[in-house]
């Protein structure tokens, strides 16, 4: 058997350690043979191909990004994409795709799957914001980077009585705020899931420099306050219709500033928070899957990702992981606000 492999959205630190796993597992032990898509659905789109064998997988475990290069092309949104995609498929003598990716990229596989094309997914995402699965890969490192960052705005923040806002990436979840500002002592944690009231955040800045300490808000960059919308960086979408948001920390810093007359700095960590070499976590957790990928391929269970459910590594209908977002719950919220102030 040939096996596709593809890696789709945003990158995200672990993607390596899947491609190596499957091919580490699937040459061996089954027998089959890989062809590396790339730049995601752009790959099997327009017949883009890298030779993927044991000797090109070799020192990926710890490496950041992906040697497939990524997109975020949607073939339906292209005429005749998916025609395009299952005669290209054909050609090169690929009999089943594994493709690596969030909501995006596996409601690609989920469609693709449904109409014939073999297909397992592997879910990938920092902002762990995929149902179906306990945790994605990615997210661990994403968490630890911003919470270094949090640890060291702490005292550049006590040194200069300054309100520092952190904005971390979330477009609908708040996962990464709410696990890296627990984890550094912030004193306000905004996300997308629960609207912010700025007399309140304001009031928790004023009570945080009262104690003589200096606050530390984490931002989510799909935050709202009561009354506005998203803070948007353009109005461009990208081919699944996503906006692209960025701006609500230095909304934040302006907001404070004016209605508390205390210096307050924004700083974005934007891509950092992806960019790198995965935790020892993010490596076990992208290794597991993609063992089990194969395995999925293996038995024929198309239609099927990987997930992670306790500590065990089981497989779910790519429909049941695509079908809605995982948000954070108002009862982990709430454990965070006891430090809030
Ligand atoms: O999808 C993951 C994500 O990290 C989002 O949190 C963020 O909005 C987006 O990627 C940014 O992606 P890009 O690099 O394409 O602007």
Not at 104 to 127: F, Q, R, S, W
Not at 134 to 156: C, Q, S
Not at 258 to 276: D, N, S, Y
Not at 278 to 306: E, K, N, Q, Y
Request: a negative charge; charged letters at 20%.
């Amino acid at each position: 058997m040939r096996v596709g492999v593809l890696t789709g959205g945003g990158d995200c630190p672990g993607l390596n350690a899947v491609i190596r796993a499957i091919v580490r597992k699937g040459v061996p032990e089954y027998g089959y043979s890989f062809l590396g898509f790339r730049d995601g659905w752009r790959g099997p789109l327009e017949a883009l191909t890298k030779p993927l064998d044991i000797p090109a997988v070799r020192g990926l475990l710890p490496r950041g990004g992906t040697i497939l290069g990524s997109s975020r092309t949607n073939p339906f949104a292209v005429p005749d994409g998916v025609e395009r995609i299952q005669h290209n498929l054909q050609n090169l003598g690929v009999d089943a795709l594994i493709a690596i990716g969030g909501e995006d990229t596996l409601g690609v596989a989920t469609k693709l799957h449904e109409m014939g094309v073999n297909v397992v997914g592997v879910p990938k995402t920092i902002d762990n914001d995929l149902s179906g699965t306990d945790y994605t890969f990615g997210f661990d490192t994403a968490v630890n980077i911003a919470t270094e960052a949090i640890d060291r705005l702490h005292t550049t923040a006590e040194s200069h009585h300054r309100a520092l806002i952190v904005e971390v990436m979330g477009r609908h979840a708040g996962w990464i705020a709410l696990h890296s500002g627990m984890a550094g002592g912030a004193n306000a944690i905004l996300i997308p899931e629960i609207r912010f009231d700025i007399d309140q955040v304001c009031g928790w800045v004023e009570s945080r420099f009262r104690l003589e300490y200096a606050p530390i808000i984490v931002v989510s960059e799909g935050a709202m306050p009561n009354d506005r919308d998203e803070v948007l960086q353009s109005g461009d979408k990208d081919a699944f219709g996503h906006v692209r948001l960025g701006g609500i920390g230095d909304w934040l810093a302006h907001q404070i500033e004016e209605r508390t007359g205390k210096e307050a700095r924004t700083t974005v960590l934007g891509h950092v928070q992806r960019g790198g070499t995965p935790t020892a976590r993010d490596r076990w957790l992208a290794t597991r899957f993609g063992l089990h990928a194969i395995d999925a391929v293996h038995a024929g269970s198309w239609g099927h990702m990987t997930a992670l459910r306790g500590t065990d590594i089981e497989l779910v209908p790519l429909s049941e992981a695509t079908k809605e977002l995982k948000v954070v719950d108002p009862r982990l919220y709430a454990e965070a606000e006891v430090f809030f102030g």
